[in-house]
């Protein structure tokens, strides 16, 4: 099994640009998450997915979009990329219901904004 | 989620066996105690959790106050590979099937281990 697995691995992008982090699980997972770490701070969820077909913001939604196009995969979006958006992306996912269930991660993106 | 407390960073030696507190004073009956670890460069990983009664796994221990109002993360002999950030985290039991298992990361314990 590959786990969480993340594309691209780094990303240089100019203020005002587009881009689309990837993100595939492959263990059956229903749900998935995506979380920012900027320098120094513990991670920040962005957006989660708690099963196929529904999305949910999490604590820090502004500037981004998400897609889960099917149970594997959940995707990021920065419509318009902005220097505050510098940081690095992990992506999770982990059963769910009403037991307690242990996230597992991705390796991480690490976007530079300029 | 209920907040938690940790010291900012904790320094031990090979081979020891390290105590990593966590102060949890306004945890709710459903909550749960997570921890996870950050390698350098590398994703957070989950290490172990509880609810009330101390737990053990391959990789450390959990030891639950009575009153639940802090616990302690137990590496019995510390690596360098151990060498981390440490987060405690409380999680809410999930109420239904459609639950999501989300996570409240504070800044966590930088672990240093020295030869």
């Known amino acids: 099994n590959a786990g969480v697995t993340q594309t691209p691995k780094f990303q240089v992008l100019k203020t005002g640009q587009s881009m689309t982090l990837q993100c595939a699980q492959d263990?059956?997972?229903?749900?998935m998450y995506w979380y920012r770490q900027d320098p120094g701070m513990g991670l920040r969820l962005i957006y989660y997915?708690?099963?196929?077909?529904?999305?949910d913001k999490g604590e820090v939604p502004n500037g981004y979009n998400v897609s889960r196009l099917n149970k594997r995969e959940f995707s990021l979006r920065l419509e318009s990329a902005a220097p505050s958006q510098t940081s690095v992306y992990f992506c999770?996912?982990?059963?769910?219901?009403?037991?307690?269930?242990?996230?597992?991660f991705g390796p991480g993106t690490r976007l530079t904004v300029t | 989620d209920a907040k938690t407390t940790q010291p900012n960073s904790m320094e031990s030696n090979e081979e020891e066996p390290v105590h990593l507190p966590c102060n949890h004073s306004?945890?709710?009956?459903?909550?749960?105690i997570h921890w996870y670890r950050q390698l350098p460069s590398q994703g957070p990983e989950y290490v172990i959790h509880?609810?009330?009664s101390n737990v053990n796994n391959r990789m450390a221990s959990l030891a639950i106050a009575e009153d639940r109002k802090s616990s302690t993360l137990i590496l019995h002999r510390a690596t360098l590979r151990d060498a981390a950030v440490y987060y405690c985290?409380?999680?809410?039991?999930?109420?239904?099937?459609?639950?999501?298992?989300?996570?409240?990361f504070g800044t966590g314990t930088r672990l240093q281990v020295t030869l």
């Open positions: 985290i409380l999680r809410s039991r999930g109420m239904n099937t459609g639950t999501a298992s989300k996570l409240t």
């Open positions: 999770a996912s982990s059963a769910s219901g009403t037991g307690n269930y242990e996230q597992y």
């Open positions: 263990m059956n997972h229903n749900s």
């Open positions: 306004t945890i709710s009956g459903t909550d749960y």
């Open positions: 997915s708690a099963s196929e077909g529904t999305t």
């Open positions: 509880g609810l009330t």
